[in-house]
């Protein structure tokens, strides 16, 4: 596609219940990230993937976080029992390759509201 | 640890005024400087980037130079336009991190009136 598409744009979820949030990358670019962003901050690393394998997912908060991205193209945040705290807009990026300094390409994002 | 401190806003301007958004990091090793941009709507795109030090980055009328001497990489435009009003994110790439982990600045909201 054109750019990093995200979806849904919005979404409105329960406490406790499971959310999926979807990342379409630029095509052919190799390097996923998610990033989430809180109210009044700056977007903060979750987790890397270099093709299929997640190469670094030392910024997911805790176990209640996963990510998948099994053909090394479009990648699936997941979320067990959504806590209020988890409110935030979730951001994913795409690069061509993961070298030094390599441009980001960001999606719009997801905005989730945890009741 | 990696940090990048950025000042508060929002910054409010009248068109063709002189913009500065002050930007100060800390970090472990070497790192690479950018300016992201948020237009409304819009993902965030890379407006500028500085890998080294005394290096410009420049793009778009705005320029910030890498200053090692004083860690920061402050955001600059000599006249802004109604079309600049955006969030600005100054973030840093620590270099030994994973590659593409940026660390961000909170941004400042910029609002440009005609």
């Known amino acids: 596609g054109a750019g990093v598409s995200q979806t849904p744009s919005n979404k409105v979820t329960e406490k406790g219940k499971y959310v999926e949030l979807r990342c379409d990358p630029i095509?052919?670019?190799?390097?996923l990230y998610w990033y989430r962003q809180s109210l009044g901050q700056g977007p903060e690393f979750l987790i890397y993937?270099?093709?299929?394998?997640?190469?670094?997912d030392s910024g997911l908060p805790n176990d209640r976080f996963f990510a998948v991205r099994p053909e090394g193209s479009v990648s699936t945040l997941k979320i067990q029992r959504t806590e209020r705290g988890d409110s935030a807009v979730y951001l994913c990026?795409?690069?061509?390759?993961?070298?030094?300094?390599?441009?980001?390409?960001f999606g719009s994002g997801t905005q989730l509201s945890v009741l | 640890g990696n940090s990048v401190t950025q000042m508060e806003g929002p910054v409010t301007l009248s068109e063709e005024a002189f913009l500065t958004i002050n930007c100060t990091y800390t970090?472990?090793?070497?790192?690479?400087l950018f300016w992201y941009v948020q237009y409304p709507g819009e993902g965030l795109q890379l407006l500028l980037k500085?890998?080294?030090?005394?290096d410009k980055g420049s793009n778009k009328g705005f320029e910030a130079t890498y200053r090692k001497e004083t860690t920061s990489f402050h955001l600059e435009k000599g006249s802004v336009q109604v079309s600049d009003s955006a969030v600005y994110f100054c973030?840093?790439?620590?270099?030994?991190?994973?590659?593409?982990?940026?660390?961000f600045g909170r941004g400042t909201q910029l609002t440009v009136w005609p």
């Open positions: 970090a472990t090793g070497y790192p690479s």
């Open positions: 095509s052919g670019h190799t390097a």
């Open positions: 973030a840093l790439y620590s270099r030994g991190s994973t590659l593409g982990r940026l660390y």
């Open positions: 500085a890998t080294k030090a005394d």
């Open positions: 990026a795409s690069s061509l390759t993961a070298a030094t300094n390599e441009k980001l390409f």
């Open positions: 993937f270099q093709g299929t394998g997640a190469a670094d």
